[in-house]
């Protein structure tokens, strides 16, 4: 076998090196398992490593969580080696009239710097939650902690688990939200050129 035949197999093989810019564990496991299915035969590495956001911790439109997410998509690539793919995370509030919902916008972004963005399906926060978020500079994982009487909700089933009695939980919604972002990479060209 040549040279050429060779590097090209080993990295046909290879692990797919996924750097995630954040360490919470429930945005770990909706990558992997969203990752696991889109790169199937092939097995993926994600790496999570702690980056900035450069957005509020509790961003209040859409505009801002897509912003947080995009920024720490491009500081886990940049951080990570070997990543082909960064993928950051990131929650957020936003205001549909009178009513506040709440959803987890994913991108996903390559070397070149092709970007694909996607987002979970959406909750509503109660006026009960969002006036203690707007008045008292709490984040919504404080204020679920709090009311749950739990500890960690955002490393677990979050407050999307917590809502539905534990049917949705954090990382199968924001799982979904993943494949979306990704569907720039994985889909036919002709819906995008
Ligand atoms: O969309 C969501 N679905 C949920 O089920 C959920 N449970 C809690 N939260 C909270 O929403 C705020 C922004 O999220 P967030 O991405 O900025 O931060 P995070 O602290 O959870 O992670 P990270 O900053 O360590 O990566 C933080 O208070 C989160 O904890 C959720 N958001």
């Not at 995630?20 to 097995?43: E, H, M, Y």
């Not at 080696?81 to 960064?86: P, T």
Request: charged residues 20%; hydrophobic residues 40%; negative net charge.
């Amino acid at each position: 076998m040549s040279t050429t035949q060779q590097s090209s197999s080993d990295s046909a093989t290879a692990p797919v090196r996924i750097a995630v810019g954040s360490q919470n564990a429930a945005k770990l496991r909706a990558v992997k398992t969203a990752c696991d299915k889109i790169f199937a035969p092939r097995t993926v590495e994600v790496v999570g490593t702690s980056v900035s956001s450069e957005v509020s911790d509790q961003p209040l439109s859409d505009e801002e969580a897509m912003k947080g997410a995009i920024n720490r998509a491009k500081s886990a690539l940049a951080a990570t080696e070997g990543a082909m793919y960064g993928v950051g995370l990131e929650g957020g509030a936003h205001q549909i009239g009178f009513r506040w919902f709440e959803c987890g916008w994913i991108a996903v972004i390559d070397p070149s710097g092709q970007l694909g963005l996607g987002t979970s399906a959406r909750f509503e926060l109660s006026p009960k939650i969002m006036r203690r978020i707007l008045s008292g500079n709490e984040e919504l994982a404080q204020v679920m902690d709090d009311l749950s009487g739990t500890k960690d909700v955002r490393n677990n089933m979050g407050a999307m688990g917590l809502l539905t009695n534990g049917n949705v939980d954090r990382d199968v919604a924001y799982a979904q939200g993943v494949h979306f972002a990704f569907a720039p990479f994985v889909s036919d060209p002709v819906y995008w050129v």
